[in-house]
């Protein structure tokens, strides 16, 4: 019985948490994969390339920690067609 006490005292993490933890390490990926492409572009000074690699990485980005808003765009595209 005391376990059981225990166990509902305790404040075990939700899924919010981890979810949380999961866009951040996405997040942190694709800015250390846009940083390597980049600078792989300045090395070969094409300013265009490095443009077009910070433009698409920003917006992975901001897709990925604004997905709830990105898929109702989305979904009304899909409702208007």
Do not use: R, Y
């Amino acid at each position: 019985m005391d376990l059981l006490v225990i166990l509902n005292a305790t404040n075990l993490p939700d899924l919010s948490g981890i979810e949380t933890w999961g866009k951040t390490v996405v997040v942190q990926f694709i800015t250390i994969v846009v940083m390597f492409i980049a600078a792989k572009h300045v090395m070969k000074l094409k300013l265009g390339g490095v443009l077009a690699v910070c433009c698409v990485g920003g917006a992975v980005t901001w897709i990925i920690q604004h997905w709830s808003k990105f898929s109702g765009w989305i979904e009304g595209f899909m409702n208007g067609m």
